[in-house]
């Protein structure tokens, strides 16, 4: 059974940074995409970013230019490098990645005040 943690969210300022960390452990087999979601409170959750076991990375289009998503194969790790974060970006983030099943993490709070 693979599991997915996800660490580093946190409290910040606006115009402030994190880096996001999801470490899959378990008995792993091939991972194909693996990415990050996010849900607000009271909205949907939405994909924030993903990326293929070849490294090609998708990002939502409101997104792009202030997060970077990237993927260490070999240590069954994704992370999300976010920037220039705004209030609107406070929301908890979960990791996924697809096996043969989607799999989640349980989520990383991310706040970022005003």
């Known amino acids: 059974q693979v599991q997915l943690k996800e660490s580093g969210g946190g409290l910040v300022q606006a115009g402030g940074s994190l880096r996001l960390s999801c470490a899959a452990s378990?008995?792993?087999?091939?991972?194909?995409?693996m990415g990050w979601y996010r849900q607000a409170p009271g909205k949907q959750r939405e994909l924030v970013a993903k990326?293929?076991?070849?490294?090609?990375?998708t990002y939502a289009d409101s997104l792009k230019g202030r997060f970077t998503i990237s993927r260490d194969n070999a240590k069954n790790m994704v992370y999300l490098q976010m920037n220039s974060l705004k209030p609107e970006d406070t929301a908890v983030y979960y990791c996924?990645?697809?096996?043969?099943?989607?799999?989640w993490g349980q989520g990383t709070q991310v706040t970022v005040s005003s």
């Open positions: 378990g008995v792993i087999f091939r991972l194909n995409a």
């Open positions: 990326v293929t076991s070849g490294g090609t990375t």
């Open positions: 996924y990645a697809v096996q043969s099943v989607v799999l």
